[in-house]
């Protein structure tokens, strides 16, 4: 059974920096006929969920959305089956509820930009970061 557990959020101010981690289980990120990416979302209070930065599973290539650009990078741990989002630079704006997500592997290999839908998503971990 697949499951996702994040976490490393907390209260920040500004400026200041976070790594969130995402513990996966039910698959392996070194096997890249397990899963095509794993991508981190966020959603903010009365705001819909957004992308944020995603890494696919052949190559490690990674994507990233604009407003984190140059700020967040994400990468892997295949030994501790861990992926980390690790911010920097902290905005208010980076305010919210920070998902992973996977899409497991399918029949053709799909690059995170292929991505409509994820088949698994974990509970969660708020970020608050005060100005």
């Known amino acids: 059974q697949v499951h996702l557990v994040e976490s490393g959020g907390r209260s920040v101010q500004a400026g200041g920096s976070l790594r969130l981690s995402c513990v996966a289980s039910?698959?392996?990120?070194?096997?890249?006929?397990?899963?095509?990416?794993i991508k981190w979302f966020r959603q903010a209070p009365g705001k819909e969920r957004e992308g944020v930065s995603c890494i696919e599973s052949i190559d490690e290539i990674t994507v990233y959305a604009e407003p984190v650009k140059g700020r967040f990078t994400i990468s892997k741990d295949d030994a501790k089956n861990t992926v980390y989002l690790q911010m920097g630079s902290l905005r208010p704006e980076d305010t919210g509820v920070y998902y992973c997500?996977?899409?497991?592997?399918?029949?053709?290999?799909?690059?995170?930009?292929?991505?409509?839908?994820?088949?698994?998503w974990g509970p969660g971990t708020s970020v608050t970061v005060s100005s």
């Open positions: 039910g698959f392996a990120l070194d096997d890249i006929l397990d899963y095509d990416a």
């Open positions: 997500a996977v899409a497991l592997a399918e029949a053709h290999p799909r690059g995170c930009d292929e991505i409509q839908t994820y088949d698994y």
